[in-house]
């Protein structure tokens, strides 16, 4: 792969036009975190990684692709990851060779994801069995839309699924043993598959921890799709969330359990497609600089 060399005029431009687009995403947080007010859809992506604000709007050509550049703009790059050299800006070879056991680790994970079958089926109940049975729940600020009943009665009838470790191991002691997969974080590599939400939430996390190869269009891609997953999560959560204008899909019927697999079959597609550019990008830095896995 030859190296694309970026005038100074061209990537300006593109980081310009970054920033631009995620300042939307990003705005809303900082204001609340001013008044230390919490949200418990739109933080979520900032906390729970977490990733801050200011990691969304640093940007990212992308492995391949040097800046043309002087000295002081190389302040704006993490100084571990990028190098000032010959009036460019580029990625350190020592980086990519500090990274290339996690990142062969990582399309490892990502490729044995995509293969596997969507399961789809869960209908979000990983968020009811976080609060089954619970005195306190994780979102206290809020409260729940049904009763401990209806819960209960909700996770009987339709059963729990759940296949992600990050969501199983904050089941609540009741719910954990009614999921047929008593999942470990080691079995994660053997059990994840494209259609759960929070495994396709974790494809922002995966390109922002390698966003010097993956590049700024990836992430954002990846931050998009993580959001509007994050909107159905809480969606189809038991809280009463009608003051932040959240509509609830209720997956105690059945008609809200249509509606939420119809949505969880949309987002595993979008998923699978940036699954593949993930990989490809992540494959790329390593063939093509012949740093061999």
């Known amino acids: 792969m030859t190296e694309e060399f970026l005038p100074a005029n061209i990537w300006h431009s593109l980081r310009e036009d970054h920033q631009t687009k995620v300042l939307p995403w990003i705005t809303p947080r900082l204001d609340r975190r001013s008044r230390q007010e919490s949200h418990p859809v739109d933080d979520f992506l900032f ?7 200011n990691k969304l709007l640093n940007w990212h050509p992308g492995f391949g692709k040097s800046l043309e550049a002087i000295e002081i703009e190389s302040e704006d790059f ?3 990851s990028y190098e000032f050299i010959d009036s460019k800006i580029q990625i350190r070879n020592e980086w990519l060779t500090k990274n290339q056991e996690s990142v062969i680790g990582l399309i490892d994970f990502l490729t044995k994801t995509q293969e596997r079958s969507v399961r789809s089926g869960c209908f979000g109940l990983h968020e009811w069995a976080m609060v089954l049975g619970a005195e306190d729940v994780r979102h206290e600020k809020w409260p729940l839309r049904l009763s401990q009943e209806e819960i209960q009665a909700t996770i009987d009838e339709v059963g729990l699924r759940c296949t992600h470790f990050d969501a199983f191991r904050f089941f609540t002691p009741i719910a954990a043993p009614l999921n047929p997969l008593q999942l470990t974080r080691i079995d994660q590599n053997d059990v994840e598959q494209p259609g759960c939400l929070h495994a396709n ?23 998009a799709l993580a959001k509007d997953i994050r909107t159905v ?17 209720p997956v105690e019927t059945e008609a809200g359990r249509d509606k939420f697999a119809e949505l969880q079959l949309g987002f595993a597609q979008r998923a699978q497609t940036l699954r593949t550019e993930l990989i490809n990008a992540l494959k790329s830095a390593y063939v093509t600089a012949e740093i061999k896995g």
């Open 201 to 223: 939430m974790d494809l922002y996390k995966h390109s922002q921890r390698f966003a010097p190869i993956v590049g700024s269009e990836i992430v954002r891609s990846a931050f």
């Open 233 to 249: 999560d809480m969606q189809t959560a038991p809280y009463d969330l009608a003051d932040l204008g959240v509509v609830p899909i």
């Open 47 to 53: 906390e729970y990684y977490p990733i801050s604000t």
């Open 78 to 80: 993490p100084s571990g």
